[in-house]
């Protein structure tokens, strides 16, 4: 069965440091990961998936297949950051069709 | 464009009810699934419809249902309502389903006592 790992509950960086919010996953087949994101009373929101490799609001996930990790990198924290941060697996096989999230991340940046 | 839309925002039931959630997709997406969302949990994938069709479902009880409509508006209702279903429960729209982005709605607050 697909996991997705979040170890950490709250992370807390302060303004202008880098950010690593990890992510690691278990799955046999070839995976399709996102990360959504979720800010104070707002809903939840897709932030990127790996197959864009593209660069968005600063944050930039590479897909290590070896270490089955898809990291959410962000090299100068901002206020605005702080969110919540779900990473998620998308899983599919025999029409059956399934995402599977972490249990979030809270990032809180200090000003 | 609007958004995804749930009805209705907040619920108060008592143990042994039934409860019915509904969620309005985006113009012109066929895929809806549902996930619930708890403290201890996190989200959890309940099922998902396409075309009117439940195309796949999470491990729950049977007591959680759903269906899907010509109109890609989508219901859930649970039954026999225990305390633990006390939970956020959040729909999702997506164009065709699949590996594609998730649009998510704000939400129906369950409450269970």
């Known amino acids: 069965a697909q996991r997705v790992t979040q170890p950490e509950k709250l992370l807390s960086v302060f303004k202008g440091a880098p950010v690593e919010l990890k992510c690691n996953y278990s799955?046999?087949?070839?995976?399709?990961l996102f990360w959504y994101v979720q800010y104070s009373r707002q809903r939840l929101q897709l932030l990127l998936r790996?197959?864009s490799r593209e660069s968005i609001k600063g944050f930039t996930a590479d897909l290590n297949k070896g270490e089955t990790s898809f990291h959410l990198k962000k090299p100068f924290a901002q206020e605005e950051d702080s969110a919540m941060y779900y990473c998620?697996?998308?899983?599919?096989?025999?029409?059956?069709?399934?995402?599977?999230f972490g249990k979030g991340t809270k990032l809180s940046v200090i000003p | 464009k609007a958004g995804v839309t749930q009805t209705p925002r907040y619920l108060i039931k008592t143990r042994g009810q039934q409860v019915t959630l509904s969620c309005s997709p985006i113009?012109?997406?066929?895929?809806v699934s549902w996930y619930q969302q708890t403290p201890g949990q996190g989200l959890q994938f309940l099922f998902e419809?396409?075309?009117?069709?439940?195309?796949n479902k999470g491990n729950f009880p049977g007591r959680f249902s759903g269906r899907q409509f010509s109109n890609s508006r989508s219901e859930m209702n649970v039954s026999t309502l225990e305390l633990g279903d006390s939970a956020l429960y959040l729909c999702?729209?997506?164009?065709?389903?699949?590996?594609?982005?998730?649009?998510f709605g704000n939400g129906t607050r369950l409450t269970v006592t």
């Open positions: 113009s012109g997406h066929r895929s």
């Open positions: 998620a697996l998308y899983r599919s096989g025999a029409g059956s069709y399934q995402l599977t």
């Open positions: 790996h197959i």
């Open positions: 799955y046999s087949g070839s995976p399709e």
């Open positions: 419809y396409f075309s009117e069709t439940q195309r």
């Open positions: 999702a729209s997506s164009p065709v389903g699949g590996p594609s982005p998730l649009h």
